[in-house]
């Protein structure tokens, strides 16, 4: 067991540009989750999967946001024409069959907009 | 939907006194209460849960108490360390609109454990 990985680690841009970030969860965890942590605030829900569906988004999660996970394992996360708004750390999770609500999380990726 | 406020918002104490972070949530629905902590550009590492069916749970050093009458849960922390030292969030399971499993987070509370 090896943990949830995400990269990059670190990501800064400029507004404008289309950023992607990818999330390895734990081997087997069918669920995999997107969070959104700004300065001084709890992680904030943005998406969910169940293998290869997506089955809940948050209000957050606006029209240029865009997340897959196209074979059920790792799950990439785009932000479109990036604003400095989106300046965050984006946090994956992920929970077992049988253990849904119990999500463990990876390190997450600091996103900077210039 | 569901709201969960967490307090204090800074702790400090002296190495070996006790800590206690305490949270309310407002969804009666909610059934799951985990609490994390997050140290310093890390993500958020769970350290204990509780769940609706069970009053009070126990780790070593740390435990978590629930009230769902008053729909409030604490955690407790004796005997703290130094490496204590970290910002705590507590969290409960959102059943609005359906949802299944994501987590509502309180803001957290910066725990600072004086040697």
């Known amino acids: 067991d090896t943990g949830v990985s995400q990269n990059p680690r670190h990501k800064i841009t400029k507004r404008g540009q289309n950023v992607t970030f990818r999330c390895d969860p734990i081997?087997?965890?069918?669920?995999l989750y997107w969070y959104r942590q700004t300065l001084g605030q709890g992680p904030e829900f943005l998406t969910y999967?169940?293998?290869?569906?997506?089955?809940?988004k948050s209000r957050l999660l606006s029209d240029r946001f865009s997340a897959e996970r196209p074979k059920g394992s790792f799950s990439t996360l785009e932000i479109q024409r990036t604003e400095q708004g989106d300046s965050a750390m984006y946090l994956c999770?992920?929970?077992?069959?049988?253990?849904?609500?119990?999500?463990?999380f990876g390190p997450g990726t600091r996103l900077l907009v210039l | 939907g569901e709201n969960v406020e967490q307090h204090p918002s800074t702790l400090s104490v002296q190495e070996g006194d006790s800590a206690v972070i305490k949270c309310t949530y407002s969804?009666?629905?909610?059934?799951?209460f985990p609490w994390y902590k997050q140290e310093l550009g890390k993500g958020p590492q769970l350290i204990i849960d509780?769940?609706?069916?069970?009053g009070e749970k126990k780790d070593q050093r740390i435990a978590v108490t629930l009230n769902k009458t008053a729909k409030h849960f604490s955690l407790h922390i004796t005997e703290t360390q130094p490496e204590d030292s970290a910002v705590y969030f507590c969290?409960?399971?959102?059943?609005?609109?359906?949802?299944?499993?994501?987590?509502?987070f309180g803001k957290g509370t910066k725990l600072s454990v004086k040697p």
């Open positions: 999770a992920s929970s077992r069959r049988g253990e849904q609500e119990t999500q463990y």
């Open positions: 969290a409960a399971s959102s059943k609005e609109g359906g949802s299944q499993g994501n987590l509502i």
């Open positions: 969804d009666s629905a909610s059934n799951y």
């Open positions: 081997s087997e965890h069918n669920r």
């Open positions: 999967f169940q293998n290869e569906a997506q089955l809940e």
């Open positions: 509780i769940r609706s069916n069970v």
